[in-house]
């Protein structure tokens, strides 16, 4: 668009040396106002220190937004996402995909409180999380202005983008000069890591690369039992201690940290159309799938589960492609949360070495019901008999596709 | 049906206390004269015993049957299931699933042979392998007569059945006069324990149950690392030497075992409509698994592989229902055959106390290119500008939804 | 069960021959208190003759009852299948099965104020009517006993039927003395026939056996032009007449009738297990799915309209098979209706000799914006440019494969 | 691109106005050797017009490349879909859709045999062909240029293109100087209309749009009975005479014109993120749906019946989408391939003033048993007794929640 185009952008700033970089280069190009939105989604880091660099870089105290977003992010997105046990192509927890929308959705309810009538984010131009900031965007303010700086500017290699930043006396941690050997992702849920050491998906894993977990190697000898309580689908508790959304996904973090859970090596396929290799480390999620599932299976009904199992790779993909704010992710929530409604008790696991194992659930509205299933006769609602009828009508199509095959000899 | 009606019936016999009770009473009952058919799927038992009892009970050589099925099991039947990465209710590797069909095809084609126009077998009236076992033999043999004695005799408590093996002179095993503290059930695939022991869900599976595996806990402190190969989706060789399909998956077990991996305690869903609780034991499929996503992960396009996972949970539904012989479950196999046909190179894995970890991948048929992924400009096929406009037409819905919110302030 | 078990049955009761036949049978059979049910759901026929027949049959007075029960059938029954745009196995329309739960649910509740341990239909043996009442009694009161006569009872030809009202002093009509050409089933959403005369699918459906629309042939040679207006999902007003459920489905079977429309000759597959051949007049119905879609098409993105066509298929199975109270057509339903916020607006349709089209839509919630989609430049929200970036990325891993297919030769 | 970098570019050429001036503006604007190619794939005409036109223009004679595609469009391209019963939006045939792939392979396969490094559509930079066009032209040859002249030259309405062609001698029909009232697109599967004077989707579509199909008004008074004949899925012959596919669809045709069937006014969800208003008139296609549907109806079993319709929809996205070369095409169309080896048979239609009523179908391999369905009692496969159990297990389930229901008291 027309650089003279942007009055005022809402920048999603950490406070790290891109997104400083992308800062000055809104000013310098764009000749805009630029409004700073620092979001803590647990990813570790203090937000002052965006603060004092978004101030040394010239933006006015008004203009700087920092939001604590920990406990909306794991409510409102973790745990619905949770609800539908869903994962990417078998085995991605999509932490990284679940985060996006509501950093967009923050940037354009800044944007319409300031007035601002652009956004602007710091996602490269070869992966997902463009699309899946700039969907965020557009659906929920369909005449923004959308500035990517890495789709648009010629700061094409780290040597640029080093003397961009010594021109305009951006601060340069020393480790920042040279090409980080991989980059990453990190919230509440999970950090993500990819590029250059990670490339060849021939080899293992640096164990440098791992922040968030330790080893199962280098985890504990003995195993930790814990439990989680869920109501209606959500975990409400650990150990039985009721906590927050935010503080239990925490919990269940240090739990999965500390005993080596939740690392994943992946090839995946990316929205924009090519395979990436990805590690992620997911340990609090991990143990919150395990449980889920587990709290699940004596308190939804087969169809239920059933249908929500047919029903998860395509919601997985529209998380995963930046859909959160599309209708028809709205329609699949609705079916899924329509079967929590008894998704409640308590689920006992055993985590040990990288491994989360349910030994244990109960529930008020368990439909486990031992006197069905015992060996021995003398349960009411099921009798055997029964079985042969449903048999043979379930075998009646088959039959009669057998009678053809002998009667037409194919 | 009128006891008369039967002339001939083909039992699956397995020489154990219960068959052989079957056997005596379907000679007494239906006075029809007996076949055995006693397969080895790999359950790890000696299969003369069999032949030398079912003599001792009075069957005729001539009607004795047994024959080793391992590698049709794993090539006709394993194989093209793990092609589909198929996992019921989200865990359950469908162990005792897949050996059911085969066995029912095995007891038709001798009932052809032999002229018999009925079969038989050992499974409970409460249970799924009734039905697979009787889907499987209607599909086949559309006006065979199926006898399930379980269903139809009053021999309904252990003291029933042991007084009817005494007064026929069934030899008992002195393990076997008591109630079993649960029941299990094995083949190359996995050993299923279920029943008494297991049936309070809020309780660990005690130690003793599990047959198959080591605990992670007393698993090597050392990783194993090992190679798979894969040509069109299924497995050809372990550490780079040539194995049959049994020979391959035994060894994967052999792997699996000692390392502690593939258990499993799940409440799961039963066609016949309750849930009952199992333990599966599934070493080498669980090794497998992991590898035959890892080998897809860079030889399966993405379309192919959301197809896929979109596909999987109604294959697994039908394989766990029993209708491996149904048309529904021929489609879905010609879809999913026709995905792997270049799912073909070599995953390594880590095996250590329970953890299966892929740690890289290659393959001729990779489609994992890095030149498309590196986060440096130059590549060919993927131009940064491009993603705008993705973007923004895949945006272009939701902004027309954002406008019409908008407009109406709904 | 044993016979003496039942104290009290709530029959659902049409005054007919057979089931004042069931009426008695109950009586003399089982000794039981028998309540009668009738229900009026739009098949055209008078309730007070059935009130009087029950009384002539020794029913007493405070165990008759009689409900008009149309408004709620339409409102909370064909409504909500409407809006999934439900049809079985590409055609049918579900008029059958969609009025049994309500019965079923009907009977529950008489049965639960009057005391009843039972229930009892008169659904034949070979039919999907006998699943859908007795799952929707079932799933209501899990305890309930259910009577099925035509599974049970000896009267298993016309004579014996005809003996056994003789006997019992049961008015029989003339023309039901023999053998009915078919048999039918209606209420305010369709006629269904089926049975002997139809049950030869090479030959065409005889004349005599329409009984609810003209033929087309038969119909006005000048085409009628009617609007239907639609308030989220559900039809509100015909011709901008605001009328009730019931009255506007009674208009759109007036306006079908004469135009010849709705009439289905079918071959379809039963939950059973059989084939069997059905004719279905669905006059109004047919009128107000193509309503329906069309204002949809205009209100309705594309993300909701393709999830809905996808689900679809499974909604219409369930509610054929008779899970209209099953979990997970409740969570589709949850769905669905979440899509149609915005369905409102107006539709205008041709009928005429058997076609319905539709000829216009408008809605104030329309997302068909005209200016996106002149072939002139000019709008704003596309930029032609845009598309060139949206197919690249989407073509990018079939290029690949494209050059996996080169670099391999296959 | 760099207009430089092309050298020989292969154009999908009509002869008509627009594509002359993409031939003219290709030579002038890209200084590249032209190759132009002509199919007949039934849009009814001439194509050596198109030749001498070509000529006219410059291009050499052995750059002239005609062809008759209809059989090849017809087998390969229809008929699999047809066995698909593939309907976009429940409604819309495709028959736009299912020729672009053909056009862009043979454009392909062209380049490959002249040695063209580039391919050239006059498809608009607002419509789905675009994308259909290009996802072919990339699957097959993913080093290819595509020129797509709509998005890029500045001949941006009517008068610049007149004005274009008037400077380089292009000869200009009487009625092209002015915008067309609308635009088509015509094949042997169908004409399509959309633009101008049907933008307004609440206005009827003018008369004078139609051209394929009399209105249901003027067509005869006297309905036409018709047979079709399938073989494995796939209509051989009209009133038994066989005819290949093209000659086959072009007898529908026919038989569909002169009795005004396969109308449809229908608004639809473009792949590129628009909504637009399309007329389409499919005479043949429509009755061979029915047609198909009708000998599917007795020869396919349930399972594969119910999955084909729950795959019907992906595959007619994925065909309105252009993904025709892409696997997960590939891989339903092996499943649905599969399911069609016994769709064979005969079934009689009746048309008539809008309609396709089948009214007899007849299959050497029918799976309809009339035994199976009567209600005397007497059949063998089928015992009413099994009913029961039938519905026994399939309601354990509910009446397991129904349990819970009570218990809890929610």
Same mark, same amino acid.
């Given at each position: 668009m027309a650089k003279s185009d942007v009055k005022k952008v809402v920048l999603a700033y950490s406070g790290g040396l891109d997104t400083s970089i992308i800062l000055k280069w809104l000013q310098t190009t764009y000749g805009c106002e630029v409004v700073t939105f620092t979001a803590d989604l647990g990813q570790g880091e203090e937000l002052e220190p965006a603060r004092q660099k978004a101030l040394l870089l010239g933006i006015k105290p008004e203009n700087i937004f920092i939001e604590d977003l920990r406990e909306e992010f794991v409510r409102d997105y973790v745990f619905p996402m949770f609800r539908a046990n869903a994962v990417y192509e078998g085995q991605y927890l999509l932490g990284t995909s679940i985060a996006r929308p509501l950093i967009g959705k923050k940037q354009i309810e800044i944007a319409e409180k300031v007035g601002a009538d652009a956004v602007c984010h710091g996602a490269t131009g070869k992966g997902n999380d463009q699309v899946r900031f700039e969907l965020a965007y557009y659906a929920l303010k369909p005449d923004v202005k959308v500035i990517a700086p890495w789709r648009e500017w *010629?700061? %094409?290699s780290r040597t640029k983008l080093i003397e961009f930043a010594e021109k305009h006396q951006i601060p340069i941690a020393k480790d920042k000069r040279g090409d980080a050997p991989f980059s990453t992702d990190a919230n509440l849920l999970h950090t993500s890591s990819e590029g250059k050491v990670l490339e060849d998906p021939s080899q293992d894993v640096p164990d440098y690369v791992f922040s968030r977990t330790v080893s199962p190697e280098t985890a504990p000898d003995k195993a930790t039992v814990i439990t989680v309580d869920f109501e209606r689908g959500d975990a409400t508790a650990v150990d039985g201690v009721k906590l927050s959304p935010a503080a239990l996904l925490a919990k269940l973090n240090d739990l999965g940290r500390i005993n080596g859970i939740g690392r994943l090596d992946l090839v995946e396929n990316r929205y924009v159309g090519m395979k990436s290799r990805g590690m992620y480390e997911t340990p609090g999620g991990t143990i919150l799938l395990a449980a889920h599932r587990g709290i699940e299976s004596i308190t939804l009904d087969r169809g239920a589960a059933h249908l929500k199992d047919e029903l998860m790779p395509k919601y997985a993909e529209l998380v995963y492609n930046g859909f959160w704010f599309a209708p028809e992710r709205e329609m699949l929530q609705a079916a899924i949360d329509k079967s929590q409604e008894f998704v409640t008790g308590r689920v006992r696991l055993k985590l040990y070495k990288g491994n989360v194992t349910v030994i244990g659930r109960e529930s008020p509205y368990s439909l486990y019901d031992q006197e069905l299933v %015992?060996? $021995? $006769?003398? =349960?009411? =609602?099921? *009798?055997?008999?029964d079985a042969q009828g449903f048999i043979k009508l379930n075998a009646l199509r088959l039959r009669t596709l057998g009678q053809r095959r002998k009667k037409t000899g194919i």
């Open positions: *010629d700061l %094409t %015992t060996f $021995e $006769e003398g =349960a009411v =609602a099921y *009798d055997q008999h």
